[in-house]
């Protein structure tokens, strides 16, 4: 069973603190892991893809990377407006998408 | 809109009814899947559909749940005789090829906030 634990549950950061969340995992065959962003009342936004150990991806302030065991999402200098919850979520061989219950960001000003 | 929608974003419904919650997803996507998301907990899958057949339904938590997608675009999640535990986002999710594809993106909807009284 595929099993992805993310800490910490909550985080709150001053505004231009940089951090890493972390995303713990055991998969059979990992497919992709995924890191999504959802906001209060909305939907999970996708964010990034990785696929093997070693990959790592940008966007803006957020960079993620991926070990054969955990992932990363690393922020720097983070802003107010990258608060909210962060999910990740692994897909094994021939299986759907395991979510963690996620890390909910403040970013006070 | 180019996203997936899904409607109706809140419902209210009584112990023991019916209800029907539906889902358009992203023009083109072949793949269709379902989630359940309670208060603190990430999204939990339910069904996914390739094109109009369920590939795979282990999700769904007991036969008052069911889920239809007859022309391999919209598509319902049904669930009879609810019950207080039920209460929940609903989330529906889109892709292009489906789990046949190792990484392939889901694209979410904004959600279905089921309440049972």
């Known amino acids: 069973e595929d099993q992805v634990t993310q800490s910490p549950e909550a985080l709150r950061l001053q505004e231009g603190e940089s951090s890493s969340l972390n995303c713990s995992y055991t998969?059979?065959?990992?497919?992709?892991l995924f890191w999504y962003r959802q906001d209060p009342g909305k939907g999970p936004e996708f964010l990034f893809t990785?696929?093997?150990a070693g990959e790592e991806k940008e966007k803006e302030r957020l960079k993620a990377t991926l070990t054969k065991k955990e992932s990363f999402l690393h922020i720097t200098a983070p802003k107010p407006e990258d608060s909210a919850t962060y999910l990740c979520?692994?897909?094994?061989?021939?299986?759907?998408?395991?979510f963690g219950k996620g890390t909910m960001l403040l970013v006070s000003p | 809109g180019a996203g997936v929608s899904q409607t109706p974003s809140n419902k209210v419904t009584e112990k023991g009814k019916y209800v029907e919650l539906r889902c358009d997803p992203i023009?083109?996507?072949?793949?269709l899947y379902w989630y359940r998301q309670s208060l603190g907990q990430g999204p939990e899958f339910l069904i996914y559909?390739?094109?109009?057949?369920?590939?795979?339904d282990s999700g769904l938590p007991n036969d008052r749940f069911f889920a239809v997608r007859p022309e391999g675009s919209v598509s319902t999640l049904k669930i009879q005789r609810t019950e207080r535990g039920d209460s929940a986002v609903y989330l529906c999710?889109?892709?292009?090829?489906?789990?046949?594809?190792?990484?392939?993106?889901?694209?979410f909807g904004a959600g279905t906030r089921l309440s049972v009284l």
């Open positions: 999710a889109s892709s292009l090829m489906g789990l046949r594809t190792g990484g392939d993106i889901q694209y």
């Open positions: 998969v059979s065959g990992l497919r992709g």
């Open positions: 023009s083109g996507h072949t793949a």
């Open positions: 559909f390739q094109g109009t057949g369920a590939a795979d």
């Open positions: 979520a692994v897909q094994g061989r021939y299986s759907t998408l395991t």
């Open positions: 990785l696929y093997s």
